[in-house]
Each structure stands twice: as C-alpha cells, then as structure tokens.
Nanobody
Framework: QVQLVESGGGLVQAGGSLRLSCAAS????????VGWFRQAPGKEREFVAR????????YYKDSVKGRFAISRDNVKNTVYLQMNSLKPEDTDVYYC????????????WGQGTQVTVSS
C-alpha cells in the first residue's frame, strides 16, 4: 500500500516558479513509477510528467518540456516537480500518482495541490 501527499502549490505570477513535492509512505515506493497529472474543473485529467523507479527515465507532456523537471529522492520517498516559466494555462490542481512495477495503471493517487498562475 502506498499513500501519497502533495504539497508546494500556490499562487505565482506568470514567469515564476514553484516546486511541488509528492511524499510517499510505503517501503517499496522506490520501485514505483510516479507521474504528475493535472486537472481543471470540468476538464479531463491530463498527464504532465513521469519518472521511472531509478530516476533516470523521464517523460513529459510536450507543452511543459524545457520548463518542468521531474526528479525523485528514493531515500526521502519523495518525488518533485520543478515548474519554471509558469504560464496562466498551467493553472490546475496537480496530482501525483504511483504505478506498481507490474501494473499498467496508476493505482495510487494523492489528494492534489492547487497551482494558480496569474497573468
């Protein structure tokens, strides 16, 4: 069982930066793939970035490439999403999710953290 708690959201001006954290419980968290997703009210949830268990494999949504960076610290059981050059269209609730190594779906989700970018 894995429990995830996001933090680090807030209000920032366009062009600013935020770092989101996803703190996990569970001894085997280091073996899980972790993803960040975002969702606005009335819209479908969309993928933002993911990172493999070792931290060497990462993948990003095209619109955030070069601006966002995902990383993980398996000693601290924490995954980060560094968000730079933020735009108003990045405003959403951001969720982290974890996927067991043998699973095809993200089975564990956090409660989300609000990111608001003002123009």
């Amino acid at each position: 069982q894995v429990q995830l708690v996001e933090s680090g959201g807030g209000l920032v001006q366009a062009g600013g930066s935020l770092r989101l954290s996803c703190a996990a419980s569970g001894r085997t968290f280091s073996s899980y793939t972790v993803g960040w997703f975002r969702q606005a009210p009335g819209k479908e949830r969309e993928f933002v970035a993911r990172i493999g268990w070792s931290g060497t494999s990462t993948y990003y949504k095209d619109s955030v490439k070069g601006r966002f960076a995902i990383s993980r610290d398996n000693v601290k059981n924490t995954v980060y999403l560094q968000m730079n050059s933020l735009k108003p269209e990045d405003t959403d609730v951001y969720y982290c999710a974890a996927k067991h190594p043998v699973s095809t779906d993200y089975g564990y989700w956090g409660q989300g953290t609000q990111v608001t970018v003002s123009s």
